[in-house]
C-alpha cells in the first residue's frame, strides 16, 4: 500500500458525459501527478500539482482539466467523454525539495466510456 | 524532446535464466527511476538511481545508471515466476524552466516455469 488513495477504483458513463476522479496523497507530500495508461499509448504524463499550483503539464487534452485543494487532495475531470477516453488514470504523489522524485502510485481508476 | 526508450518490449524467459532490459533516454539527467507494474495493478517504485556509476540491488534485480551513456539497465539473476511483471524506467529533467517526467514504454516480463 502506497498511501495514496483513489477513489472511484471503477467507472463505467456514456460518451458526451463528465466525471471526477479523486486522488489523496501520502502523507506530507506536496506534489501530486495524474497520469493516463491506456493500452495503445502507454502510461502518459497529464498534469502535475504542487500544493496548489499547477507546476507542470503534459500531454492533456483541453476537455481535462484538475485542481489541487488546501487538503492537498486533488480531483481530475473529464468532459465530453469519448470512446477513446476509455483508459486507466492513475494518480501519484511525491515529497518536493529532495534531489530526486521517486513517485507513489495510487491504485487507479478504471474509466470505461461507452 | 525528451524520448526515454526501453528494449525489448517484450521479453519471456525460462525460469532460472539471466536476463537485462535496457532504457536509453535521450536528454542529460543524473536520475532514473524503475517502477514495475503488476497485470490490472499499480505501479511500485523498485529503484532511484542518482548519480553515473549508481547500482542498486534488491533480490534478483540489480539496476545500473550510465548518464553519459545515457543508459540504464535493469538486470534480472535467476529468473523465477514472481517476476512476470512490467517494468518501466523513467527519467526527469529541467529544460529552459520547464520540468518533465517521462516514462518508458515498458518491458512486459513473463517468466516461463
Known amino acids: 500500500d502506497s498511501g495514496v488513495t483513489q477513489t472511484p477504483k471503477h467507472l463505467i458513463t456514456a460518451t458526451g458525459q463528465r466525471v471526477t476522479l479523486r486522488c489523496s496523497p501520502r502523507s506530507g507530500d506536496l506534489s501530486v501527478y495524474w497520469y493516463q495508461q491506456s493500452l495503445d499509448q502507454g502510461l502518459q504524463f497529464l498534469i502535475q500539482y504542487y500544493n496548489g499550483e499547477e507546476r507542470a503539464k503534459g500531454n492533456i487534452l483541453e476537455r481535462f482539466s484538475a485542481q489541487q485543494f488546501p487538503d492537498l487532495h486533488s480531483e481530475l475531470n473529464l468532459s465530453s467523454l469519448e470512446l477513446g477516453d476509455s483508459a486507466l488514470y492513475f494518480c501519484?504523489?511525491?515529497?518536493?525539495?529532495?534531489?530526486?522524485?521517486?513517485?507513489?502510485f495510487g491504485p487507479g481508476t478504471r474509466l470505461t466510456v461507452l | 524532446e525528451l524520448k526515454v526508450e526501453q528494449n525489448p518490449l517484450f521479453l519471456s524467459m525460462q525460469e532460472g535464466k539471466n536476463y537485462t532490459i535496457y532504457c536509453n533516454y535521450s536528454?542529460?539527467?543524473?536520475?532514473l527511476y524503475w517502477y514495475r507494474q503488476d497485470p490490472g495493478k499499480s505501479l511500485e517504485s523498485l529503484f532511484v538511481?542518482?548519480?553515473?556509476?549508481a547500482v542498486k540491488q534488491e533480490g534478483r534485480l540489480m539496476a545500473s545508471l550510465d548518464t553519459k551513456a545515457r543508459l540504464s539497465t535493469l538486470h534480472i539473476t535467476a529468473a523465477v515466476h514472481d517476476l512476470s511483471a512490467t517494468y518501466f524506467c523513467?527519467?526527469?529533467?529541467?529544460?529552459?524552466?520547464?520540468?518533465?517526467?517521462?516514462f518508458g514504454t515498458g518491458t512486459r516480463l513473463k517468466v516461463l516455469a
Open positions: 523513467a527519467v526527469d529533467t529541467t529544460t529552459s524552466g520547464t520540468y518533465k517526467y517521462i
Open positions: 536528454t542529460t539527467s543524473d536520475r
Open positions: 538511481l542518482l548519480s553515473n556509476g
Open positions: 501519484a504523489s511525491s515529497v518536493v525539495g529532495t534531489y530526486y522524485n521517486e513517485q507513489f
